[in-house]
Every structure is written in C-alpha cells, then in structure tokens.
C-alpha cells in the first residue's frame, strides 16, 4: 500500500509596498521633535562652571539657583567632595547669556541669612533657601573655574571709588565690613584685613564711596574709633562716644589735623598709617622731632609715654620713653641718680616755618634756651589720677653751660618741682618738728605755773585783809593822811585780786579753761609722740611695707 502523498503548500507572493503606512506617522513626529529639542537645548545651552566651597550647606543638586540680581541664570548640577576632601566642588550650568561675563575677576557667593554690623541680610532664603549670587567681571581674560567668597564682597569691582592701604600697630583689630568715618558720617567700609607676619603689623584695605574719596587728601591721618573711647591723663578725664555702628564693632575715622593745609589729592592704592586715637594721629603728625633726655633726681611715677611738654601750658612735645634707659642703683650716699626720660621736642607745634629751617638750626636754638636757665621740671596734671607732665620754664641759672651728653642724646637740665612732692617733704618735715618738740613738758610746765597763779592769788587776797585791817587800826589812823589813803588805795587794789571779786573769778575761769584744754591736749600729744603721722593716716592702717621685685 502506497503512501499518500502530502500536498504542496502555496507559495507566498511578495508585492512592493507602493506607499507608507499611517502607523508610523506619530512614531516619525516623535522622533523629529526630540532631535529637534536636543538640538534646541544644545544650542541654547550655556558654559558649564566649577565652584570651589568650603562647605556645601543649603547646596542642594537641582534645586539651588545661581542669579544675577534675583534673575535665575543657572542651577547647581553637581556636588562632590574634592580629592583631598579638604573642600567641596559644584558644578553648575548657567544659561547661554552668560558666557561673556564669565572673566576672571568675576565673584561668586552664597546668600543665607546673615547678622553683621550693617544690618541683617538674606532673610528671603528662610523660605526659599540658600542660592548662589553671581556679579561679572570686567578683567577681559575668560575663566570657567571660581573660589566662592565666604561672605558677600563689600563693594563691586565696578563701583565708583577710592581704594587705600593702611598699616597698623598695637591698635585694636578690626574686621571687614567696619565703617570709614568722616566726622562721624559713614563714607566707606573696610573691605580687607589681614596680617602680615613679615612685618609684624595688620593691613588694611579700604574703599571710599565716589564722591567722599575727594576728603582723602595728602595730610589725612587715619585713627581707630571705638564706640566709647575713656582717658584718664594728665589733661584730665574724657569720655567719647561713637555711632551706634562704631558701638558695635569699631570703625576707622580720618581727618586733616586742625591747623594744617589740605594737601594735595591722592592716587588709589596709597598707603597711610592707623593710629589707636585722634589724639595720637595729631601728635605724630609732627614729624620734625628733637631727643633729649632729661635726668630726673625725684620719682617719676605716674609720668606715662605720650604725656605731654609743655612750656606755660602750651604743647611743646611728648614724652617718647620712662625710663630710657633702667639706672644704675649705686650704695654711695653721694652718687646722684637721675631717672632717664626720652622728650621729643616737636619744633612744628610753636613755628609753621619747620619745613624752611634744618634740624641743627632748632637745636641752636634749644641749646640757647637752656643757656638762658630753661629747666624740665615734673608737674601734677591730675590730682585724682596722680598723673605728671613735664613743665618747661626759665627758672633755672642763667649762663650755664650745656650739660654733658648722655648716651648719645643731648640733656635737657632737670629742676626740683613744686608740686604733690614737695608738699608732702613738707608735710614730713612738719611731723618731724611736731615729734621734735618736748609737749609733755611744756603741758607740765604749764600745770605747775597754772598752780602757782592760784596760789599767788591766794596769798594775795590774805594781804589784802592783812592791809585792811592795818589800815583801819587806831595805830594806821596816826599816821599821815596821804598815807593812810595809799594804803587805802592799795587795799582796794588787793581787794580786787581776793577770793570773792570779779576778777579773781575770772582768772579762775581762764585758768579752769586753759588747764581742761591741757588736759584735752594731753592724748592728742601722746599720739603725736607715738605715731608722727597720725595727723595725716588713720592709727588703724599700718605702714605700707614694700614688695619685693617680680622675678
């Protein structure tokens, strides 16, 4: 039996598709439209930039905006720690727009919510958070890669304006964003502030607003103001205050010296020095300064660097050092010690032609003055502080020669004062002629003639009975008649002096008096005796003992 045989399946016959299908429309439009918006964000894409931070919070990736004065430019797409994880790296992408202010000098830095001297600033980002803020440069050289600033600059690199530098010493620190003060208006700020380790002394770096920069001139002079300024010196007490600013944290003021020219304006960058007070800055301002030393032989306690030399209460110069130099203590009884203290006489406070004339002709005429008798002699300038200044005058010896260099300045002739020193050598010797005195004595003495008085009375009053009794005696009444009235007369006179008349009672009185004031004396005497000082101290406080010297 055969097997069947199996049909042959039909064959398939392929036709070419004349046209395409409606399917693949929407795919194709699909398609197109997303190259299209590829392209479309290509070519409106703008750079790509690299932020270096020093933290990264309140930086969030897609979310933190970067904007130039509150218009969104870009958004933060990346955040990564940097190799060393020492610091943060953002990269960013801001718009097409953007690329041609992207220069070298251009700054960038966070806002959030910050508290300074000027105010508050940033409180917007509690609600919207932090963002980045970006201001164009105008340097000319493209850069793609920035340091963000840890706090807004104070001022833009296009504002208008006058930039100085100012080197301090020993005055207090200041930080950036302090005011510039002109007569207590506020016309700039304190842009930087560093110090440098080479020279030992902080840098400041200013901006004065256009158009204040026209105050700065050649012979401005820079000082710290703090907002309460106290000075207890030999001129007296002085409290100033400041502006509310100034309170807060500090500020710089300048001005020109009264007296003094303008001068001429100044080139931006220029260098002044800061001085710790207004009345530092117009002391130094003297450049033209004559040393002497002035040896002192009384003590010199109270005299403090920077008080004044004066000659009939005019300024003359300033006390530069005290000591100059530490003195040689010496046994011998004989060997005169003198404290050294630097003067600097300051020839431009008494002669506007200081500029004319050389050093040496201003040392001539110094040194003819202390020919003539002018002396240095140490004056209290407040009692309550016990400050001293140094006073000149021309109390000395006149034809006297100059004195012996000391080394290496000249000497300035010294003469003992009158002042708080000399009253109280006065006062000691006083005591001591008090203490020298023999009161016990002269109060005994006193008693026993006191005594004698009374007894003398008393026998004066017997005389006189005595008397009456001759005078009226039939023997008296014999003799002549004149006298018999002398003897009259003088037993009226006894009678005067007897126990019962007027002016024994007041002799008694007198003496009464006289005798309980030597009484109420006597203590008064003894304390003397005990304690000369007495009259000055309280018993109760004991003599004041004197330290030892540190080590």
Known sequence: MTEPVAPTPPVARVAKLRQL???WIVPIVALIAGLWMVYTTWSNQGPQITLHLSSAEGIDVGKTQIKILDVNIGKVTEVSLAADYKAVIVKAQLDKSTASMLYADSQFWVVRPRVENGGVSGLSTLLSGVYIQFQPGKSGDMNREFKVLSSPPITGPDVPGLRLQLNARDVKTLNVGDPVLFQHFEVGRI?????????????????????????????SRFW???????????????????????????????????????????????????????????????????????????????LQIGAPVEYRGIRIGTVAAVPLFTPQLSASKSAKLGIPVLLKIEVGRFDGETGERSQAFWQARIEQAIKEGMVAKLKTGNLLSGALFVDVDFSGKRGRALPKPYRGYHVFPTSNSGGLSQIENKVVALL??????????????????????????????????????????????ALPAELRQTLAKLGTTLDGFSKGSVAYSELSQVLGRLGALLQEARPVVRTLNESPNALLFDRSTPDPTPKGARP
């Open 432 to 477: 001591d002629k008090l203490n020298a005195l023999k009161l016990e004595q002269t109060l005994e003495g006193a008693s026993a003639a006191m005594g004698e008085t009374r007894i003398a009375a008393s026998e004066a009053g017997k005389l006189a009975q005595s008397l009456n009794g001759l005078v009226s005696s039939p023997d008296a009444q």
């Open 224 to 302: 710290l103001s703090s907002g309460v300024g106290f000075n207890l010196s030999a001129n007296g007490i002085s409290v100033n205050v400041g502006s509310l600013a100034t309170l807060l944290g500090g500020g710089i003021s300048f001005d020109v010296p009264v007296g003094h020219e303008l001068g001429g304006r100044v080139a931006n960058q220029s260098k002044f020095a800061l001085y710790a007070s207004e009345e530092k800055a117009a002391n130094l301002y003297y450049e033209q300064q004559l040393p002497f030393v002035a040896l002192f032989d009384e003590s010199v306690r109270g």
């Open 191 to 219: 842009e930087k502030a560093e110090f440098d380790t080479a020279a030992r002394e902080m840098r400041y770096q200013l901006f004065i607003k256009r158009p204040y920069d026209q105050l700065v001139t050649a012979n």
């Open 21 to 23: 299908s409606l399917v």
